[in-house]
């Protein structure tokens, strides 16, 4: 059943039913069936229809936004910065895309060859709920730009999000037969993987959705792209604005309520300035974000999109503070039908507690103390996930020596958590694999057929 409840209320809005088996069935054939008439569809005429979805989102954000706050709690600001993140890469694609699938003349011994870059087919896409629309624009700009078909199953609390995406689209002059949404359960996502007439698959979620999915891939020889978890290291070296530094690290860990895969989760700071910045973040967290409305412009915290979420993230709290970890700030549910969350900040965590190694989804701050730069880096490093980094100091050379030693997909300097449409994202270790956005992101699910003249 996909279902939306409210998650600041608590109140139940709308169920609907999953797909039957037979409607499974026939969602695959169309995207299948058109296939073979969109990669004709001549480039410049699939860049115009993803132009026009670029447009039809600015148009209808307020709209967007609007579904996000209902369906997963998402501050109504950051639905709006989301929508425009998703115009950001619809344009970029629409722009950028058919010269980045143009053909490129390799120089062979003997003679001459052409590497051309040809669409897949019917692709699968699995979305989380935490970025609604982003995470589905990430996947499905560029493949619709290259020529692929795509049948989308969204998370089961976003019903309204899908339907409205899949609108646009249509609106756009995507035909019926080349994206299609379909409310199939998680059970039946095996055998979409399945069927010969699905090529791949992107999804984005939990890493045991990551490694359910995977195995299905690999049993049936498809392509995946996964990104999964994250527990980004943010390492403060020195700075010369205190302050700034843990409004900018507080804001970044904050943002969506903490539910973002690439948010920095671990601070990990020198012995110099830890005490001080301990204090600070946890005077700012306090303070500062405190639980509301996320239909109103003023909240600074919003629900967690879902009582279960938040249930969640309270025993991880309960489960480091039992272990011997130290609560600083916040740490426990606000009582009410929402599913609201204390911010938190948590510190003393050593590598024996489940929080060193876990991801915590949620307004969660863990800090950390490093002796010095080797001991932050052995900190970063030290745990099974390798989404995104942040350095943050005064000295450009110890920034890049810093950056170049840790082992993420992706690394931001004097800035943390960030998303661009022409930068390429993704991560290693269990964060996934494969890459999304920028000219990396169009070429997953591309056939790079060598030509030989």
Not at 333 to 355: C, H, K, N, S
Not at 374 to 393: H, K, Q, R, T
Not at 433 to 439: S, T
């Amino acid at each position: 059943m996909y279902t939306v409840t409210n998650p600041a209320t608590g109140e139940l809005v709308e169920q609907i039913p999953n797909a039957t088996e037979e409607e499974v069935r026939a969602a695959i054939e169309r995207v299948h069936r058109g296939f073979a008439a969109w990669r004709r569809r001549p480039v410049q005429e699939r860049a115009r229809i993803v132009l026009r979805a670029a447009e039809l989102f600015a148009e209808r954000a307020e709209e967007l936004a609007a579904i996000m706050t209902l369906e997963m709690g998402k501050r109504v600001g950051e639905g709006l910065g989301e929508v425009g993140v998703v115009v950001d890469i619809f344009t970029y694609y629409g722009e950028h895309g058919p010269k980045l699938i143009a053909e490129e003349p390799l120089a062979i011994r003997g003679g001459e060859a052409v590497i051309t870059k040809e669409p897949l087919g019917a692709l699968l896409g699995v979305m989380p709920w935490n970025f609604p629309c982003y995470q589905v624009a990430r996947f499905v700009a560029p493949n619709l730009l290259l020529g692929n078909t795509i049948l989308l199953k969204h998370a089961s609390i976003c019903p309204r999000s899908a339907v409205a995406i899949e609108q646009i689209l249509r609106d756009a002059g995507v035909p019926d037969d080349v994206y299609v949404n379909t409310f199939a359960s998680s059970r039946q996502v095996p055998a979409i993987l399945a069927d010969p007439r699905i090529q791949g698959v992107s999804l984005t979620g939990s890493e045991q959705a990551g490694i359910s999915v995977a195995a299905e891939a690999g049993r049936n020889l498809k392509k995946a792209v996964l990104e999964l978890g994250g527990a980004d290291p943010l390492i403060v070296l020195d700075t010369a604005d205190l302050d700034e530094t843990v409004r900018a690290t507080a804001t970044a860990r904050m943002r969506n309520c903490g539910q973002s895969c690439n948010a920095p989760k671990r601070m990990i700071v020198l012995a110099d300035l830890y005490e001080d910045f301990v204090d600070r973040i946890s005077k700012r967290v306090a303070e500062f974000y405190l639980p509301g409305d996320p239909a109103d412009p003023a909240t600074k915290l919003p629900p967690l999109a879902s009582a279960a979420a938040a249930d969640e993230v309270a025993g991880q709290i309960e489960k480091a503070v039992r272990q011997g970890a130290t609560l600083r700030a916040g740490g426990h549910r606000v009582p009410g039908p929402g599913a609201f969350l204390e911010a938190t900040v948590l510190t003393d965590v050593t590598p024996e507690m489940d929080a060193y190694r876990e991801e915590i989804f949620g307004p969660v701050v863990l800090v950390f103390k490093a002796e010095n730069e080797e001991e932050a880096i052995a900190i970063a490093n030290d745990s099974p996930f390798g989404l995104g980094a942040s350095v943050w100091g005064t000295d450009p050379v110890r920034l890049r020596r810093v950056a170049e030693q840790l082992e993420s997909g992706m690394v931001y300097l004097n800035s943390a958590g960030g998303s661009q449409a022409d930068l390429p994202f993704g991560g290693i270790k269990r964060s996934g694999m494969g890459r999304e956005l920028g000219p990396a992101g169009i070429e997953e699910f591309m056939n790079k057929k060598s030509l030989r003249l």
